[in-house]
C-alpha cells in the first residue's frame, strides 16, 4: 500500500506558473508508476501526465503537452507536476496517483491501472 499527499496548489494568474508536489510514504517508491489527474466542476476526472518507475519515460494530455512537465525524484519519494503558461481552463482538482505491477517503461492514461490517489489540490487560474 502507498500513500500519497499532494501540495502546491492555489490562485494564480493567466500565464502564470505553479509546482506541483506529491509526496509517498508506504511500500518502495520506484516500484511504482505514477501520473497526475485532474477534475474541473461539472466534468469527468481526466488524464494529465504519467511518468515510468524509473522516470525515463512520460507522456502527456495533448492540451498540456508543451505546458506542463512530470518528473520524479525516487530517493525522495516525490513527484511533481511543473504547470507553466497556464490558462483558466487548467483550473481543477489536481490528483496524483500511482500504480503497481508496471514494467519498467510503461506510462498510461488508463485511471483503472492506477490503485492508489491522493485527495487533490486546488489549482485556479484567474483571466
Known amino acids: 500500500q502507498v500513500q500519497l499527499a499532494e501540495s502546491g496548489g492555489g490562485l494564480v494568474q493567466a500565464g502564470g506558473s505553479l509546482r506541483l508536489s506529491c509526496g509517498a510514504s508506504?511500500?518502495?517508491?520506484?516500484?511504482?508508476?505514477l501520473g497526475w489527474f485532474r477534475q474541473a466542476p461539472g466534468k469527468e476526472r481526466e488524464f494529465v501526465a504519467s511518468?515510468?518507475?524509473?522516470?525515463?519515460?512520460?507522456y502527456y494530455a495533448d492540451s498540456v503537452k508543451g505546458r506542463f512537465t512530470i518528473s520524479r525524484d525516487n530517493a525522495k519519494n516525490a513527484v511533481y507536476l511543473q504547470l507553466n503558461s497556464l490558462k483558466p481552463e487548467d483550473t481543477a482538482v489536481y490528483y496524483c496517483?500511482?500504480?503497481?505491477?508496471?514494467?519498467?517503461?510503461?506510462?498510461?492514461?488508463?485511471?483503472?491501472?492506477?490503485?492508489?490517489w491522493g485527495q487533490g489540490t486546488q489549482v485556479t487560474v484567474s483571466s
Open positions: 496517483a500511482a500504480g503497481y505491477g508496471w514494467g519498467n517503461n510503461v506510462v498510461t492514461s488508463n485511471q483503472g491501472t492506477y490503485g492508489a
Open positions: 508506504g511500500r518502495t517508491f520506484s516500484s511504482f508508476g
Open positions: 511518468i515510468s518507475r524509473s522516470g525515463g519515460n512520460t
